[in-house]
């Protein structure tokens, strides 16, 4: 699958500490990561952990403390301030609360950012026109932004985005004030750009669902390091960081179980496994019950992948025979200590 | 009393009110404007800091506030009659007018400009704009409502001190006020003066309010 190997973007030794007053914050502590051509790469952490700041360094809204950022190879801590705003028209950005003019149209908002480009008027509305067709906002072009949904608002800033040819579209938190079936429009706009233009895309988020939604890659980021980087279906089956595991376990559907400190096991469905009922041909092998605390079912990049976690009878006899059992199955395995749900 | 030469003194006056108080207002939105930009942009944290000229434009601006306007109206005396070539009468009140005035439109307009969601500034930031276009895009386009509307504050507040200079004969309605009203003690002529510029300060506001809604695309419907 790794058929584009050219680097896009390449983060090196990043950090970034804020001075205030009385305290300084490390924000990041030294990142290193590369992005490539026409993947979407998500950037992942919980509140915090620095990963709206990291991808600020990623245009230089905020200049890293140390280290540096290479777009297509050139650096970005060597450019004079022209220099730097010619970059930042092909790294485009969007945010989580749109950032759209107020008191300009959709079309207007769109034609902005051919306005810093000094693109011709007449050309740039007619490419803002073609924007709002591929956004399906075409109705709307006199519209202003307060009369638009959060939906149709992102959608807008989308297409500003877009509209200057941009390389990269970095979006920080873009759905994160969504409801879930908006997200998961915006979400399918975003995979349609990768895929029509192809467009490189980071994705930062809080959201495990966001990443397996339509990213290629994750980076797992806590305390301001990388604790994790990888494909999203090999992070996602075997998580080796702590950061992972809380993101991918405990995920968004939190179980809220009265159980633990018992031995647990988290097991991993892929598609070819889920035809057979593998709970319950162990059960009636193993002839001992288990409880199953958390089970779900996640579309990662198109395909069905299920987690469950299954509480083991004390008796250590039967609880080895199960982990055999589902071992035997080829289901990833792996043993939980302190799960607490 | 009522004849037509005082009718025409007060028509008079209306205009010479009218006159000083446009004029001041536009000279003083000529030099506080840039000045308010200036404070937003070298603010620290803003788009451009820089903490000595940031400092400096603070203290004078603060200073100059801090004066009494008809203190300030006697210190200029010999500047005004520089320009205009005396002392007295309206144009002569518009050079004080506009240099008190001036500092307060650029608070009025670092208020304003300050209401900008940053997020909107950092958006335009990373299009690749440049600190002029997010200047006259952005900052002044998003805060025109708010702008417009510490504008018509800043003529209902110059009104106010342009009739003030009547003490000195500044020329207009306030004049005839303290002429009339105070040293001859007709009343009368106070109070229609007094009732003039309730009404001028009234028509300001009702404009300047129609054309700050009319201007908004904020709100929905």
């Not at chain 1, 179980?255 to 059960?283: D, H, L, Q, T, W």
Request: net charge positive.
């Amino acid at each position: 699958m790794e058929i584009h190997m050219e680097t896009m973007i390449q983060i090196k030794d990043v950090t970034k500490t804020f001075v205030g007053k009385d305290n300084t914050v490390e924000a990041l502590k030294g990142i290193n990561l590369e992005v490539h051509k026409g993947e979407i790469y998500g950037i992942i952490g919980m509140s915090g952990a620095g990963k709206s700041t990291l991808v600020r360094c990623l245009n230089f809204l905020e200049r890293p403390t140390s280290g540096t950022v290479l777009i297509e190879g050139k650096d970005l801590s060597a450019m004079k301030d022209s220099e730097l705003r010619d970059t930042r028209t092909q790294v485009a950005m969007i945010f989580q609360h749109f950032n759209l003019l107020m008191q300009r149209t959709v079309i207007d908002n769109i034609c902005f950012s051919m306005e810093i480009t000094k693109t011709p008027k007449k050309e740039a509305r007619d490419r803002a026109r073609e924007l709002l067709e591929i956004v399906g906002l075409s109705e709307k072009a006199k519209a202003y932004p307060a009369q638009l949904s959060g939906g149709q608002k992102q959608r807008v800033a989308i297409a500003r985005a877009l509209a200057t040819n941009p390389k990269v579209l970095l979006c920080d938190e873009a759905t994160s004030a969504l409801d879930p079936t908006t997200t998961k429009a915006i979400l399918a706009l975003l995979k349609e750009i990768n895929q029509k233009y192809g467009i490189t895309i980071v994705i930062i988020t809080h959201e495990m669902s966001v990443v397996q939604e339509i990213c290629s890659h994750v980076a797992i980021i806590d305390e301001g390091i990388l604790a994790e980087t990888g494909r999203v279906e090999e992070v996602f089956q075997r998580p080796k960081s702590r950061a992972a595991k809380k993101l991918i376990i405990q995920g968004e559907a939190e179980p809220r179980m009265e159980m633990k400190g018992k031995r647990c096991v988290r097991i991993v469905f892929s598609s070819n496994s889920s035809y057979e009922p593998v709970i319950a041909n162990m059960i009636l092998t193993c002839k001992a019950p288990v409880n199953i605390l958390l089970a779900d079912t996640r579309d990662i990049g198109g395909v069905a992948h299920g987690q469950m976690i299954l509480q083991l009878p004390e008796d250590t006899d039967a609880a080895e025979k199960m982990i055999q059992y589902l071992k035997n199955r080829k289901l990833e395995v792996e043993e939980l200590d302190n799960y607490v749900g | 009393m009522w004849d037509s030469q005082v009718i025409m003194m007060i028509v008079k006056g209306t205009g010479a009110t009218l006159y000083m108080t446009l004029v001041s207002t536009l000279l003083a939105y000529l030099l506080g404007l840039p000045l308010g930009i200036a404070l937003v942009v070298m603010a620290p944290g803003g788009l451009k800091p820089n903490k000595i000229v940031y400092k400096i434009l603070d203290v004078v601006v603060n200073i100059v506030r801090s004066i009494p306007f008809l203190i300030l109206l006697m210190l200029v005396i010999p500047f005004t009659r520089w320009i205009v070539g005396r002392s007295y009468g309206a144009t002569a009140t518009i050079v004080p007018l506009s240099l008190a005035a001036a500092p307060f439109v650029a608070r009025l307009v670092e208020s304003s400009l300050l209401e900008v969601d940053h997020g909107v500034i950092e958006a335009a930031q990373s299009m690749g704009a440049g600190t002029w276009a997010i200047i006259w895009k952005v900052l002044l386009a998003e805060a025109r409502v708010s702008l417009i509307v510490g504008g018509t504050i800043a003529l209902g507040t110059i009104l106010g001190y342009s009739a003030m200079a009547g003490v000195v004969g500044g020329g207009g309605l306030g004049d005839i006020a303290i002429q009339y009203g105070y040293r001859r003690y007709q009343v009368d002529i106070m109070i229609v003066t007094v009732v003039l510029l309730v009404l001028l300060v009234q028509i300001l506001q009702w404009i300047g309010t129609k054309l700050s809604k009319k201007l908004d695309r904020r709100i929905t419907g």
